[in-house]
């Protein structure tokens, strides 16, 4: 076999390997040869792109396969190209090292992402052309985590929300709570402070739940596939039959969570923080809202990350 190895990498630019937005990605493709060959070109080409597809199923003999995809660059540049008269470049024996340098552009770009249904990659490639044979490939990730958009609506402000239920099976009275958090975005390891005033004007007791979970959007041709996850739960003290009480409950942001994805058409990755109040004999009232989790310097690295996402495959 005449071409031994073919390889790209990259060098990393900081501790937890990862890049964003301006970034500038060194690297290098390695061909080794085992004789002297001719090369009619080698490419390297770098791209950032997000695919989603999934099945679905109507009945026994209905089967749609549902798609979309969404580009947000794709640089090549031609490493060697045409250089004798052949259209080739004569290439000696043994190992070779072509360096590359490729900036990643500096605008809103969506940061890596993998579900089933879709993924968001940012991919380095090589492709080695020879005359009469097929195309040799190399390919490699980087993890791209974009800069915190900060013009997100209503990201540093409070949010609020309310719920009023009657009881009435088994019971009589009606339960009310006023849920505050001091704004929407947080980064990884901080934390969030939730505020629940309960009025429990019942005859039953009532006990907060605070969750705080994921949630993975995908959206093709018009339909769209959701996944929740929870990521924590904590419990607040009951609050006794007639009685009316203010809950503080702070949850420490894991500092491997990823950042949200808000900025990709075809995949969300959004959090919501969810009050619930636990009563029996009856459906628990809740309310939701939406928390961003914003790209901190000290969040997670490129393997942490790959991790949690492999970890939400597996669950």
Not at 29 to 34: A, D, G, H, R, T
Not at 134 to 140: E, F, P
Request: proline share 5%; glycine share 6%.
């Amino acid at each position: 076999m005449t071409i031994q190895n073919f390889t790209i990498c990259y060098d990393a630019i900081n501790s937890k390997n990862i890049f964003t937005n301006g970034d500038t990605i060194t690297g290098r493709i390695i061909v080794e040869l085992s004789k002297e060959t001719h090369i009619q070109s080698l490419v390297f080409i770098a791209k950032g792109n997000a695919k989603v597809c999934w099945s679905e199923h109507y009945g026994q003999n209905m089967h749609v396969v549902l798609w979309s995809n969404e580009k947000y660059y794709e640089v090549k540049h031609h490493i060697l190209r045409e250089a004798r008269r052949d259209g080739t470049e004569v290439i000696g024996r043994g190992r070779h090292v072509f360096p590359f340098s490729f900036k990643i552009p500096d605008r809103k770009i969506p940061s890596s992402f993998k579900g089933w249904e879709g993924k968001i990659k940012h991919q380095l490639r090589a492709e080695l052309k020879q005359s009469m044979r097929l195309t040799k490939k190399t390919k490699t990730c980087f993890t791209f985590v974009s800069k915190a958009d900060m013009d997100t609506p209503g990201l540093m402000e409070p949010q609020y929300g309310c719920k009023d239920k009657p009881v009435t099976f088994f019971a009589s009275g009606n339960i009310s709570m006023d849920v505050h958090t001091e704004r929407m975005g947080y980064q990884q390891g901080e934390g969030l402070k939730v505020i629940a005033e309960i009025s429990n004007c019942s005859t039953r007791s009532v006990k907060p739940k605070f969750v705080l979970y994921e949630k993975k959007s995908f959206f093709a041709q018009g339909r769209r596939r959701v996944h929740t996850n929870d990521i924590l739960k904590e419990k607040g003290e009951p609050v006794p039959p007639s009685n009316r009480q203010t809950v503080t409950k702070v949850l420490t942001i894991p500092a491997e969570l990823p950042p949200s994805i808000l900025n990709c058409s075809i995949i969300k990755f959004e959090y919501r923080l969810k009050v619930v109040l636990n009563v029996s004999m009856t459906k628990d009232p809740e309310v939701k809202l939406p928390i961003v989790i914003i790209p901190h310097k000290n969040g997670p690295s490129s393997k942490e990350q790959e991790a949690y996402w492999n970890k939400s495959l597996d669950t």
